[in-house]
């Protein structure tokens, strides 16, 4: 829960507002309806994407989210899982009632655990998961990031924290610039280790 809460965090504080709910969504579509955590990542959903459509001009849509938003995190502790939740209430309450205020500034930021989470400054694992949605965004084949990140875990595991794989991981996150030629390093990565792979399992 908690990887998924700051990579989405971080993808929407880095104004990636569509793509932040992906971060939340594979975790939220697991949890009981109406748990405080459903209810968590439902609200922040709803928040990315009340940002998201004000950004398009959708003031309608910015509006119903936001109101939805708002309900679903109402009754909740204000630190509930360490996140600011006051500030994203206060933030959508304002943004119901005039979306156009997302053209006077910025949205309020997601804080959490005391900080505002950001691409540059996540964990390995948050990293992971931000890796795949910013594939999904980006229009590139998420297959060898996915392929990618399981090779850097298994990396991990056995200790190996110099993996050429977790290096691209973070790479793939972090740098904007140079995102296509960082997954076209790590596809060429990905390729020769599955061909490793295969030709391990042709020998049995």
Do not use: K
Request: a negative charge; zero cysteines; glycine letters at 10%.
């Amino acid at each position: 829960m908690r990887d998924h809460l700051r990579a989405g965090a971080a993808i929407f504080n880095a104004g990636h507002y569509h793509a932040a709910h992906d971060a939340w969504e594979d975790r939220w579509l697991d949890l009981e309806s109406g748990s405080h955590d459903e209810r968590l990542l439902h609200g922040l959903i709803q928040y990315s994407g009340a940002v998201h459509h004000a950004g398009e001009h959708n003031w309608e849509g910015a509006v119903g989210l936001a109101e939805s938003g708002g309900e679903y995190l109402a009754g909740l502790p204000a630190d509930y899982r360490d996140l600011g939740l006051d500030s994203i209430r206060t933030a959508l309450s304002e943004l119901a009632a005039d979306p156009e205020r997302i053209e006077r500034g910025p949205p309020v930021p997601i804080e959490h655990e005391g900080d505002t989470p950001s691409p540059s400054g996540l964990a390995f694992e948050p990293t992971a998961i931000a890796a795949v949605v910013f594939a999904e965004e980006f229009g590139y084949d998420p297959e060898p990031v996915a392929r990618a990140r399981e090779y850097a875990e298994a990396a991990l595991a056995a200790g190996e924290d110099d993996s050429r794989f977790i290096t691209l991981v973070f790479d793939f996150v972090r740098e904007d610039e140079h995102r296509g030629i960082i997954y076209q390093r790590l596809t060429d990565h990905v390729g020769r280790r599955r061909a490793r792979e295969e030709d391990v399992e042709e020998l049995f």
